[in-house]
């Protein structure tokens, strides 16, 4: 059982550049979503899923674009990278029962620096 | 609007010493309180959490205490060692309604715990 991951862990893009950070868990968790981190925000919400096919967006949705064709796999897609979306992203995952939505599972993260 | 304030932004105990970061939220609809923690590297975890239905929580030497009326909470950290230096993030959240399993983060306190 590997949990969430994401891939890749390092990523270095020049602006312009469209990319793909992939997230993927093999819980069978209905509910996904996509925070970025940066120094002293926190952790803001950009796209959310809550099951195959349903995605909406969140506090910080502008640049990025999501979908979820399967309930393991749910990418975010940068499509014209910029130096604002440098940060470290994070994906995670729970359960969509009630009791149990609200302990989220994160993966390791990725760092991302567009210069 | 930021629904969530936490504070300190930084705090450095000596080890033994109790560690209190507070938490004040401004949206009613929340109904669990968790408290994440995050090593320098790695993706938060959970650390504790709490329902509105008590107003105090123990596992270990962590402590959460609860406060409806005055929509605050805050972890405590007993007898706090070097291993408990960590960011520490609230995170309220609901599973109900539009916040609907989303964590609202606060923008985490730097805990640092001198040997």
């Known amino acids: 059982n590997a949990g969430v991951t994401q891939t890749p862990k390092f990523q270095v893009l020049k602006t312009g550049q469209s990319m793909t950070l992939q997230c993927a868990q093999d819980m069978n968790h209905e509910y996904m979503s996509w925070y970025r981190q940066d120094p002293g925000m926190g952790l803001r919400l950009i796209h959310y899923?809550?099951?195959?096919?349903?995605?909406d967006q969140g506090e910080v949705p502008n640049g990025y674009n999501v979908s979820r064709s399967t309930t393991e796999d749910f990418p975010l897609r940068l499509l014209s990278a910029a130096p604002s979306q440098t940060s470290v992203y994070f994906c995670?995952?729970?359960?969509?029962?009630?009791?149990?939505?609200?302990?989220?599972?994160f993966g390791p993260g990725t760092r991302l620096l567009v210069l | 609007q930021q629904q969530v304030k936490q504070s300190p932004q930084s705090l450095i105990v000596q080890k033994g010493g109790i560690s209190i970061i507070n938490c004040a939220y401004e949206?009613?609809?929340?109904?669990?309180f968790p408290w994440y923690q995050q090593f320098p590297g790695k993706g938060p975890a959970l650390l504790i959490a709490?329902?509105?239905?008590?107003s105090e929580k123990k596992e270990g030497r962590f402590t959460i205490s609860f406060n409806k009326s005055a929509k605050q909470f805050s972890l405590h950290i007993m007898d706090s060692q070097p291993g408990d230096s960590a960011t520490y993030f609230c995170a309220p959240t609901s599973d109900r309604g539009s916040t609907l399993g989303r964590l609202y983060f606060g923008r985490g306190t730097q805990l640092t715990v001198w040997p």
């Open positions: 995670a995952s729970s359960s969509a029962g009630t009791g149990r939505r609200e302990t989220q599972y």
């Open positions: 709490i329902r509105p239905d008590v």
């Open positions: 899923s809550v099951g195959a096919g349903i995605t």
């Open positions: 949206n009613t609809a929340f109904d669990y």
